[in-house]
Each structure stands twice: as structure tokens, then as C-alpha cells.
């Protein structure tokens, strides 16, 4: 059963830094790229990261760029997303999604998400 | 970036009627790189369709994609009191990848 499970959220300060992990079982996660979707509270879902499934492609939004770096570590099995100088509008619960195909795509299964709260 | 703009933002519908939602493309996605979610307050969204039209594992077949090009839709047929969510398109052709705003179905 594929299982992806974030840690790492919590409340920061504006110009603060966070690390979110995502721990990913089941599959074959170095076979797969991996995602960040983000959801402001009662907003819509807006696309964040992504990375290939080596590693050494990544995209990212451009409200996040230069400011977050995605990454993964095979041997661990886990996604990270590194959050720095963050600001009030980066609030929101944050999902690491696998991809459907070994390819970029659609996102097959969704963690369960973790809350970023950024606030004085 | 493709800016993705979902129409109507609400759609006011009965049980076992249809629902057509509309996502636009500001342009040609120029394949089938497109997706349809499903998500429950309080929840992960759900895949329901990628490539266009390819319903994802356990999706249930009154739900369809079409469309091509700019212009694509996902209709629900014979609605069900949990088809009453909110639904998003994802474009995953030219990175960003980004989402559509999403639709809401309610109940009337």
C-alpha cells in the first residue's frame, strides 16, 4: 500500500525557515518523480514543486523560486521541501503527491498534508 | 506559466442530474496532459482523470473528460450526494504545472 507521510510543518516567523519531509512506502520511490502542492486556508490548490524521479530535474512556481528547494534521498525514501524567508501568504497545509507514470503527470496518491503557518 | 480558469466557480445542481465543468487553457496544451481532482473538505484531492480522458483506478464511469487543444471538460453524470465537492484541472505539459481555481458543485 503506497503510504506518504509530512512532518516538518508548524508556526514560524516571516523570514523564518522551515524543512518539510515527506516519508513515501509502498513503491519503488526512487522510480518516481515526486510533488509539493500547497492550499491556503479556504483557497484552491496551487502547485509548488516538483522533482524527477532522479533527482536531477526540478521545477518550481514562481512565487516560491529562489526561496524553497525540493530534494530527495533515495536511500531514505523521503521528499523534502526546504521553505526559507517565508512569508504570511506561504501559509497553508502543504501536500506531497506521487506521480501517476514514471514520467511527469498526474498525481496518482496525496499525503495527508502538513499545516505551515506563518505568522508574528 | 499556463494560467488554467475553470468555469462556472459554482454549480448549482439536484441529485441525479449532470454536471459540466469547464477548464480553460490560456494556451494549447498541444497533448493530453491534463487532469481532473476531486476533493472532499478536509481531505487530499483525488485523481479522477489524466490524459484527458483516462479515468484513474476505482473511478466510477459517470464521470468523463473531453476536450482538446484549450478547451476541456468533465462532466458527471447521474450526480450522487458525494459528487457535491469541489473539482480542479491540473495542466502537467509545460512546467509550472499548474492548477485550475477550481469548481464547486452544491447541492440545490
Known amino acids: 500500500e503506497v503510504q506518504l507521510l509530512e512532518s516538518g510543518g508548524g508556526l514560524v516567523q516571516p523570514g523564518g525557515s522551515l524543512r518539510l519531509s515527506c516519508a513515501a512506502s509502498g513503491f519503488t520511490f526512487s522510480n518516481y518523480p515526486m510533488t509539493w502542492v500547497r492550499q491556503a486556508p479556504g483557497k484552491g490548490l496551487e502547485w509548488v514543486s516538483a522533482i524527477s524521479s532522479s533527482g536531477d530535474s526540478t521545477y518550481y512556481a514562481d512565487s516560491v523560486k529562489g526561496r524553497f528547494t525540493i530534494s530527495r534521498d533515495k536511500s531514505e525514501k523521503t521528499l523534502y521541501l526546504q521553505m526559507n524567508n517565508l512569508r504570511a501568504e506561504d501559509t497553508a497545509v502543504y501536500y506531497c503527491a506521487k506521480n501517476l507514470l514514471r514520467t511527469w503527470g498526474s498525481y496518482e496518491y496525496w499525503g495527508q498534508g502538513t499545516l505551515v503557518t506563518v505568522s508574528s | 506559466e499556463i494560467v488554467l480558469t475553470q468555469s462556472p466557480r459554482t454549480l448549482s445542481l439536484s441529485p441525479g442530474e449532470s454536471a459540466t465543468l469547464s477548464c480553460r487553457a490560456s494556451q494549447s496544451l498541444g497533448s493530453t496532459y491534463l487532469a481532473w481532482y476531486q476533493q472532499t473538505p478536509g481531505q487530499a484531492p483525488r485523481l479522477l482523470i489524466s490524459?484527458?480522458?483516462n479515468r484513474a483506478t476505482g473511478i466510477p464511469d459517470r464521470f468523463s473528460g473531453s476536450g482538446s487543444g484549450t478547451e476541456l471538460t468533465l462532466t458527471i453524470s447521474r450526480l450522487e450526494p458525494e459528487d457535491f465537492v469541489v473539482y480542479y484541472c491540473q495542466q502537467y505539459g509545460v512546467p509550472p504545472f499548474t492548477f485550475g481555481g477550481g469548481t464547486r458543485v452544491e447541492m440545490k
Open positions: 490524459g484527458i480522458s
